[in-house]
C-alpha cells in the first residue's frame, strides 16, 4: 500500500462496478430471480470487456469516454440489451425495471452515473491510489446527501463552545 501502482491493463473492477450498479437496479424491483441476475451480470461483464478492449486507456483515462458512455435515454443501450436478452428480459421489461434516463461513464479508475438529465454525478468506483490527491475534495452523492442532513443546528455548536 502507498506506493503507486502503474497503469494497469485490466478493466477488472470497473466493470464489476458498472455490472454490479445495473444489477442492482435490476434487483430493486423484484421481480428478476437472483439467477438471472448472476447470467445478466456475467454476459454485460463479457460484453463490456468486449466493447471496451480496444478503447481502454488507462494512462488516458478520459480518452475514448464517450465510447465507453452506457446511456439509456428512451432508447435502451444495445450492450444491456443484450445481455438482458439472455436471460428473456423484453425492452419494455427493461424500461419498467431501469430508469428512463441514465448515462453510466465506465473510465479507467473511475465509474460514475447520472440518473436524470440534470441529476447529480455520483462516483460509483474510484481507484484512489492512481488518483493525484487534489481529486479527494470531490463529494461522492452520499457524503453530499450526509451533510444537508447531519451537521447539527447554530445553537447545539453555540451551548457546546460557551
Known amino acids: 500500500h502507498g506506493h503507486r501502482r502503474g497503469p494497469?491493463?485490466?478493466m477488472g473492477p470497473e466493470i464489476a462496478a458498472?455490472?454490479?450498479?445495473?444489477?442492482?437496479?435490476?434487483?430493486?424491483r423484484g421481480c428478476v430471480s437472483e439467477q438471472q441476475l448472476q447470467v445478466f451480470?456475467?454476459?454485460?461483464?463479457?460484453?463490456?470487456?468486449?466493447?471496451?478492449?480496444?478503447?481502454?486507456?488507462?494512462?488516458?483515462?478520459f480518452k475514448g469516454s464517450g465510447y465507453r458512455c452506457i446511456r439509456i435515454n428512451h432508447k435502451m443501450d444495445p450492450i444491456i440489451s443484450k445481455a438482458a436478452s439472455q436471460i428473456g428480459l423484453s425492452l419494455p421489461q427493461l424500461y419498467q425495471l431501469l430508469p428512463s434516463e441514465l448515462t453510466l461513464w465506465v473510465d479507467p479508475y473511475e465509474v460514475s452515473y447520472r440518473i436524470g438529465e440534470d441529476g447529480s454525478i455520483c462516483v460509483l468506483y474510484e481507484a484512489t491510489a492512481t488518483k493525484p490527491p487534489s481529486s479527494y475534495g470531490m463529494?461522492?452523492?452520499?457524503?453530499?446527501?450526509?451533510?444537508?442532513?447531519?451537521?447539527?443546528?447554530k445553537n447545539y455548536i453555540m451551548t457546546v463552545s460557551s
Not at 463529494?139 to 443546528?153: D, I, Y
Request: include cysteine; aromatic fraction near 8%.
Open 41 to 61: 451480470s456475467g454476459a454485460l461483464r463479457e460484453a463490456l470487456a468486449e466493447h471496451y478492449k480496444h478503447h481502454w486507456f488507462p494512462e488516458k483515462p
Open 18 to 28: 458498472a455490472v454490479g450498479f445495473v444489477s442492482s437496479l435490476l434487483r430493486t
Open 8 to 10: 494497469r491493463a485490466d
Open 139 to 153: 463529494l461522492t452523492c452520499k457524503n453530499q446527501m450526509m451533510l444537508g442532513r447531519t451537521s447539527p443546528s
